[in-house]
C-alpha cells in the first residue's frame, strides 16, 4: 500500500503559475507509474500527466500540453507537476494517484489504485 500527500496548491491569476508536489510513503518500490490527476466541481475527473518511474517517460493529457511539466521531484519518492499559463478552467481538484503497471501503460489512467488528499488549484481571470 502506497501513502500519498499533496501539497502546493494555491490560488493565482490566468497567466500565473503554480507547482503541486506528492510524496509517497509506505510500500514505495512496488509501484511504477506515478499520475496527476484532476476533478472540476460537476464534472468527471480526468488524468493531467503521467510519469514512468522506470525510464521516465511522461504523457499528458491534450489540454495541459506546453503549459504542464511531470518531474521527478528532490526526492525518488516524489513527484512534481509544474503548472505554467495557467487558464480559469485549470481550476480543480488535483489529486496524486500511483499504481503498478507493465512498461509503456503508465498512460492509461483508468486503474490508478493509490490516491492522495487532493490539493485545490484555483485560476481567476
Known amino acids: 500500500q502506497v501513502q500519498l500527500v499533496e501539497s502546493g496548491g494555491g490560488s493565482v491569476q490566468t497567466g500565473e503559475s503554480l507547482r503541486v508536489s506528492c510524496v509517497a510513503s509506505?510500500?514505495?518500490?512496488?509501484?511504477?507509474?506515478m499520475g496527476w490527476f484532476r476533478q472540476a466541481p460537476g464534472k468527471s475527473r480526468e488524468g493531467v500527466a503521467t510519469?514512468?518511474?522506470?525510464?521516465?517517460?511522461?504523457r499528458y493529457h491534450n489540454s495541459v500540453k506546453g503549459r504542464f511539466t511531470i518531474s521527478q521531484g528532490s526526492l525518488d519518492n516524489t513527484v512534481d507537476l509544474q503548472m505554467n499559463s495557467l487558464k480559469p478552467e485549470d481550476t480543480a481538484m488535483y489529486y496524486c494517484?500511483?499504481?503498478?503497471?507493465?512498461?509503456?501503460?503508465?498512460?492509461?489512467?483508468?486503474?490508478?489504485?493509490?490516491w492522495g488528499q487532493g490539493t485545490q488549484v484555483a485560476v481567476s481571470s
Open positions: 494517484a500511483a499504481k503498478s503497471a507493465r512498461p509503456g501503460t503508465c498512460h492509461v489512467w483508468s486503474d490508478y489504485d493509490s
Open positions: 509506505g510500500d514505495t518500490f512496488n509501484y511504477d507509474c
Open positions: 510519469r514512468d518511474r522506470r525510464v521516465g517517460s511522461t
